[in-house]
């Protein structure tokens, strides 16, 4: 694993994404990646923002179709 943002975020998925920064550190040191708890948190944090966006995204509304036209009233003329 050469790019340590990439090995934290496959470690938190691993892991889960409350996982403790201390113990995603461990992890990466038996593979021999060296990670700051700084980094980690910023990654954290990073990937709870973009499950939340997509939680939201997923939970908007259709829009409904727009296509549909109300039914003409008909005119009566006047006399």
Known sequence: MSNPHRAIRDTLQRLG???DPQQVIETLQ????EVSTRLV????AEMQREAAR?????SK???AVKS???PQQ???PGR
Do not use: W
């Open 17 to 19: 994404l409350h996982a």
């Open 30 to 33: 038996t593979y021999g990646v």
């Open 41 to 44: 948190t910023s990654v954290q």
């Open 54 to 58: 997509a939680e939201r995204e997923q």
């Open 61 to 63: 509304r259709t829009p």
């Open 68 to 70: 549909r036209r109300r």
């Open 74 to 76: 008909r005119k009566i």
